[in-house]
């Protein structure tokens, strides 16, 4: 995310929503946060990526999306584990 970018201010409540099913959600500022925008090569915003416990990206999301795709994503995730 970034504070100029007009679709992540879109992306800022939906995400809010994303949280109320009990998934971690952290987000990030691509302008002060370089060392985790080089680790997951983020070269578009917003970008949602899915990491694994051990930091690992398991999916990413490019661009504004439902509240109920990213909750399907992370879904399908967690019941492979």
């Known amino acids: 995310s970034a504070s100029w970018c007009g679709p992540c ?8 929503r994303v ?17 985790l925008v080089s680790q997951y090569g983020v070269r578009n915003i917003p970008t949602v990526v899915l990491v694994d416990d051990m930091e690992k990206e398991m999916t ?14 992370y879904e399908s995730f967690d019941t492979q584990k």
């Open 19 to 35: 949280k109320n099913y009990k998934i971690n959600v952290q987000k990030i500022d691509v302008d002060t946060n370089n060392s």
């Open 60 to 73: 990413r999301i490019m661009g504004v999306q439902s509240v109920e795709k990213y909750v399907s994503v």
């Open 9 to 16: 201010k879109t992306l800022g409540p939906i995400i809010e």
